[in-house]
């Protein structure tokens, strides 16, 4: 079964600075998506940025951006120029691109911005 | 376009008490979800639908019970409520795969349950 592993429950970054988030997973699978959402406190579950396993190209959305190393099983993010908005839960999220196409979730990290 | 709408925001239940979360979406998406997400935790995916009449159960399927009548309707029911069921409660929908840009979850603001 696959798995989704974020091994940073808290993360916080100055203001203006870079912060990288990691998220690794298992899959046996070789053709999928992996997803980061933002849970700010209002709850609302907001995408930040999608990758396709089978793109080498790291996906960028504006300051956001991933490193994806599928060898490695790993799909980290990071938010370039912080700002107090992104203080927020992130989740890295995998789904298979057949199948069930269930999405499976790691438990999040909570990153804070401080001014 | 509404995109995801839940209802009720807020709740409190007795325990053994039933009641029926709503979810709808007006996208015509065919795969919808149902997740709750205990304090400080991830989603954990409770029933899925890849369309209407065809439900599944997910990672934490007892004590619910869901039904696809309509694309747009996914209802979740809680039969005998327990203290346990304490959680916020996501509905999601998604489209069918595409690979495009939109090919990804709605979610919708979510339900505050207490059970006590």
């Known amino acids: 079964a696959q798995t989704v592993t974020q091994s940073q429950p808290e993360m916080s970054v100055q203001e203006a600075e870079t912060v990288t988030l990691s998220c690794t997973y298992d899959?046996?699978?070789?053709?999928?998506?992996l997803f980061w959402y933002k849970q700010p406190p209002s709850r609302q579950m907001i995408l930040v940025i999608r990758q396709e396993a089978y793109k080498q190209q790291n996906a960028t959305e504006n300051r956001f951006s991933v490193n994806f190393q599928k060898a490695a099983k790993s799909f980290s993010l990071k938010i370039s120029d912080s700002q107090l908005g992104d203080a927020a839960m992130y989740f890295c999220?995998?789904?298979?691109?057949?199948?069930?196409?269930?999405?499976?979730f790691g438990t999040g990290t909570r990153l804070k911005v401080l001014a | 376009n509404a995109g995801v709408t839940q209802t009720p925001k807020f709740r409190i239940l007795k325990i053994g008490q039933s009641m029926t979360l709503q979810c709808a979406q007006d996208m015509n998406h065919n795969y919808m979800y149902w997740y709750r997400q205990d304090p400080g935790m991830g989603l954990k995916l409770i029933y899925y639908?890849?369309?209407?009449?065809?439900?599944d159960k997910g990672e934490v399927p007892n004590g619910y019970n869901v039904s696809r009548s309509t694309t747009e309707d996914f209802p979740l029911r809680l039969e005998l409520a327990a203290p346990s069921q304490t959680s916020v409660y996501f509905c999601?929908?998604?489209?069918?795969?595409?690979?495009?840009?939109?090919?990804?979850?709605?979610f919708g603001p979510g339900t505050r349950l207490t059970v006590l």
């Open positions: 899959t046996s699978e070789s053709d999928y998506y």
């Open positions: 639908s890849v369309g209407a009449g065809i439900t």
């Open positions: 999601a929908s998604s489209p069918s795969r595409s690979g495009a840009r939109t090919d990804t979850q709605y």
């Open positions: 999220a995998y789904r298979n691109d057949k199948g069930t196409y269930k999405y499976i």
